[in-house]
Structures are given as C-alpha cells and as structure tokens.
C-alpha cells in the first residue's frame, strides 16, 4: 500500500491507490496534472492514472525556463520544475470523460518553490492560520461569450440591446453552454447559484460557492478550463480579456471577501453593541484595518489584480463609451458604493479591482499581504464615500483626497516594485519575476503604432 511522501504538501488521507481505484470505478484513464504560470494561464501534463505516485513524489517534471516567470536557468539542478500533486484536489473533469485533474505545487532543487504562484498564496495563508484564521473568498468571474462570423469576433447576432444587463432573450440562446457549465461545475462541488447577462453585449457572470483564499483559486482555474472547453464544443469562443471593445464595460473579477476564526465565526462582523463599529458598517475594527491595508497598498495590488495592458481599458479614469462603467477608478471604500474600489456589503469587502485576467493566486496573496499589514499597523481606512465618485467633480474628489488607481501597466509595476511591504510579503525573487515581465509588455505595447494613431496622425501635419 502506497502512503504519502512526507515532503509532498499534498493534503490527503486517502492512499494513491484508493485515488486510482476510486477514478478508475469513473472511467478515469488520464490525470491532467495542471499548475498556473506567472500569468495565470493553466499548464500541465497528461499522466495515466497508473502512473499518478510519480507526480505525488518527485513530481511531475517540467523544463524550467521553458515557463513564464521562473527565471530558472537551462542548466543545473534548479533548471528542472517539479509540480508535486495535492491530492486533495484530485477530481474527474466531467465536461471531460476519462480524464481527471490534480493541483500541482511548484518545488525547485526539492524545496518549495517560491516564484511558484500557488506557493506564494500557501505562504500567505500559513500566517492566517498562525493566527487561527480563514480568509474566505467568493470570486465573481465575468466573461464574454463570442463568435467568429467570418473573420470578426463579436457577440452573438441577437445580443444588440442598448442597456444589455440582465437580457433575458441573450441569456437564453446560451444555455446549452449554461447547462453544460453548470452541471460539470456542480459536480465538482462548486456549487453554482446565480448566472446573469451582465451589461455587455457579450457577457455573462457565473457566480459558485466562496472558498477558502487556495480553494477559492484552485477552483476559478477549474472554471476557466472547463469554460474554454465547453466553449469550444459548441462552437464560440470563451473570452476572459478584460476589455475586449471599447464602446461596452469590461471584465472584473471581483473578490467577496472575509475572515472567520477556528470556530466558524465571523472576524470581519462588528460587535453586537458596535462600540467598535462607529461608521456603522457593520464591519469590525479588524475589517477596518484590513480594508485599511487594501486601500494603502492598492497601487501596488493593481499590477497584479488588473495585470495586463488591456486591463487599463477597463480602469480607466473619465467617460465610458457605453454610458456606464462599473470599474473603479479611485482608491476608497463605501457602503453598497460600486463606484469605490472597496464596496462593503453585509458585513463583507467587495474588492472590486482585480479583472478577469488575474493570476487568482497572486492577486489573493497580495490582498492577504496587504490586508495583514493594515491589521499589523491598525491602520485606518477614512471615512467612507457614499456618493457616486463618477459625478463628482475633480475638485470635490480633491477634497475628499480621493487618490486615482495606476493609469497604466507600467505605474502599476512600478508601484509594485516601490511597494516594500508587499515585496517582502510576496518575495523578491517573484517581484523582480512579475515586474521585469510586466514592464517589458508595457515597454512593447508602447512601442507599437497603432490603426487608431496611423489613421489620426498619418497626413495630419
């Protein structure tokens, strides 16, 4: 009988060949051993389940340098990737027959890896439960679903309404996708409750159960892989840009946030007297603080809550094309306010900042950083704005010292980069990664020449 490797920080009790037994009584044939690069895309390797001990320990073996933001080199013990399987995360895909998929831990020279993203939250985690505590996160994705209609990718014919939110007729020429999404979701115990047509000609949100901050990730990544395929089956194309037209809202990836001790109970509600609550929020002093953390460090987290050029598109300061933006601009919190960056609801943060395209498991890490560090400090978060900041003019946000989110990648990397709290949260090794990655994209989109600047400029002067 074959137990688990004790370097292995895979959590399970069952033993591999109960796994093999209990997937094989499924039809299981293949395991896609998966781990999430830099970037947030899934990677990995098929492994037939006979063969699943080898990926618990050593591991599944990958080139190193042939992944983004390693930085391993090509030569010597530290050039080989090995992703360690966390058995508890063992499942069949359904919308997949045969195949199942395992979360893999990144271990270089047979130490944790520390550029590894899910490694990064691991550590963040470990100093919540030092503290006896559990971050809970619900993560809201939002999508486009969209066609190729002979060479333009654009939304489905019908999908043409002026004020598209909550479209009942688009929602429902999508449910073979819907249905198919939903069933293989729920077998997979996330638990799928609400799914709307969102204010895009295009897209969709699909809300599921909240989660511990590393389940939480882990199973956005498992929403992802099973969107794109399913997408693929029938024929459209799954899109988590961030901003794919300009004249419609983006993408967010909004995080429903709060902590509850060993017991269950809930650290961010405020006591039943609210002494502590002067705001009346209903949030503790603790949720304050950590709100507190989110807002301080929130130039630094939009490199890696909002981590690419197109990103922007979606937080950009001034007037949307489509008369609405649900995106936050500016750094401040409010009761029910979606014009904040931080939205408190039901004794709850809703940090309204990370867009589709985020790394879930860095973007976690670094909310739990800087969260932890307001708590740290007992810093203050200000009053909250109760207003809609959109209709405010530039001097009345001056007065309130409403202070604007990073513009563009390259402040945001920056901004990170500055951010020494932060980078030695999260590692100086990642931070160099991350950033050097980031401003050369920001380098390369700078330099491109574009149709709108050729057209505006080519016989202008």
């Not at 270089?108 to 963040?124: H, T, Y």
């Not at 892989?225 to 909004?254: C, N, T, V």
Request: aromatic letters at 10%; a negative charge; glycine letters at 8%.
């Amino acid at each position: 009988m074959t137990t688990l490797n004790t370097n292995n920080n895979a959590t399970s009790t069952a033993t591999i060949e109960e796994h093999q037994a209990k997937l094989a009584k499924q039809d299981v044939k293949f395991v896609f051993a998966q781990f999430t690069d830099i970037h947030g895309a899934a990677k990995g390797k098929l492994i037939p389940l006979k063969h699943l001990d080898d990926i618990v320990y050593p591991g599944a073996g990958f080139s190193g340098p042939s992944i983004w933001g390693t930085g391993l080199p090509r030569t010597g013990p530290r050039s080989e990737y090995y992703g360690r399987a966390d058995l508890s995360t063992l499942q069949s895909m359904p919308w997949l027959p045969g195949y199942a998929r395992v979360v893999l831990d990144g271990h270089v020279a047979g130490q944790p890896f520390e550029v590894c993203p899910r490694q990064i939250l691991r550590k963040q985690v470990e100093r919540l439960t030092a503290r006896g505590w559990t971050l809970n996160a619900g993560l809201e994705p939002e999508f486009f679903l969209l066609q190729d209609k002979d060479g333009k990718i654009d939304s489905e014919a019908g999908d043409t309404l002026e004020k598209p939110s909550y479209d009942t007729k688009s929602l429902l020429r999508r449910t073979r996708f819907l249905e198919k999404l939903t069933a293989s979701l729920d077998a997979c115990g996330l638990g799928v409750f609400q799914i709307d047509h969102e204010d895009a000609s295009g897209q969709f949100e699909v809300n599921y159960k909240y989660a511990d901050a590393l389940k939480a990730a882990d199973n956005f990544m498992l929403f992802k892989m099973a969107a794109h395929h399913i997408a693929e089956e029938e024929g459209m194309i799954f899109s988590m840009m961030p901003k794919p037209f300009a004249d419609r809202p983006g993408s967010g990836l909004h995080f429903h946030l709060s902590i509850a001790d060993a017991d269950g109970n809930l650290i961010f509600g405020s006591a039943k007297d609210k002494t502590d609550d002067q705001r009346g929020l209903g949030l503790s002093t603790i949720a304050y603080q950590f709100m507190a953390g989110l807002l301080q460090h929130a130039p630094a987290l939009t490199a890696l809550c909002a981590p690419t050029v197109n990103s922007y598109k979606r937080l950009m300061c001034g007037e949307s094309l489509s008369g609405t933006s649900w995106a936050p601009a500016f750094i401040g919190f409010g009761d029910n306010n979606r014009t904040t960056v931080a939205r408190v609801v039901y004794q709850r943060i809703e940090w309204r900042l990370p867009d589709s395209s985020a790394n879930p498991y860095l973007a976690l890490a670094g909310v739990i950083a800087a969260g932890l560090d307001g708590i740290e400090r007992e810093l203050d978060p200000g009053q909250p704005i109760n207003r809609d900041i959109y209709e405010m003019t530039a001097s009345e946000r001056d007065e309130l010292g409403l202070k604007i989110l990073p513009q563009n990648l390259g402040i945001a990397a920056d901004a990170l980069k500055q951010d020494q709290i932060l980078t030695s949260a999260l590692g100086k090794n990642f931070v160099h990664e991350f950033v050097s990655l980031k401003s050369a994209e920001w380098m390369e989109y700078s330099q491109h020449v574009s149709n709108w600047e050729s057209s505006r400029y080519m016989t202008k002067f």
